[in-house]
Nanobody
Framework: QVQVVESGGGLVQAGGSLRLSCAASGIIFRINSMGWYRQAPGTERELVAGIDISGSTNYQDSVKGRFTISRDGAKNMVYLQMNSLKPEDTAVYYC???????????????WGQGTQVTVSS
């Protein structure tokens, strides 16, 4: 079983910065991709940024140039540096890890419990 835990959320003023961290632990054979999603009240969960095993990244258009995703493969961690935050970035941010527990296991998605990010105007 893989556990995913996010940290680093909080309250910040518009224009400020936050850094989210996500740690994957447990029985992990290999991690493929890792990503950050967010969900605001009354909306569907959406992809914010993702990074694959090769280090290739992709971003939602609204965060390009402001957010940066990075990964520490040795520690099974992924980070999201968020700069120039806007009130519309307010949401619960979730980490998703695509991993397998053994060579023969299939790839599965594992989610964290989420961390609240609130940006005041």
């Amino acid at each position: 079983q893989v556990q995913v835990v996010e940290s680093g959320g909080g309250l910040v003023q518009a224009g400020g910065s936050l850094r989210l961290s996500c740690a994957a632990s447990g029985i992990i054979f290999r991690i493929n991709s890792m990503g950050w999603y967010r969900q605001a009240p009354g909306t569907e969960r959406e992809l914010v940024a993702g990074i694959d095993i090769s280090g290739s990244t992709n971003y939602q258009d609204s965060v390009k140039g402001r957010f940066t995703i990075s990964r520490d493969g040795a520690k099974n961690m992924v980070y999201l540096q968020m700069n120039s935050l806007k009130p519309e970035d307010t949401a619960v941010y979730y980490c998703k890890v695509d991993a397998k527990a053994s060579w023969s296991a299939r790839w599965s998605d594992y989610w964290g419990q989420g961390t609240q990010v609130t940006v005041s105007s």
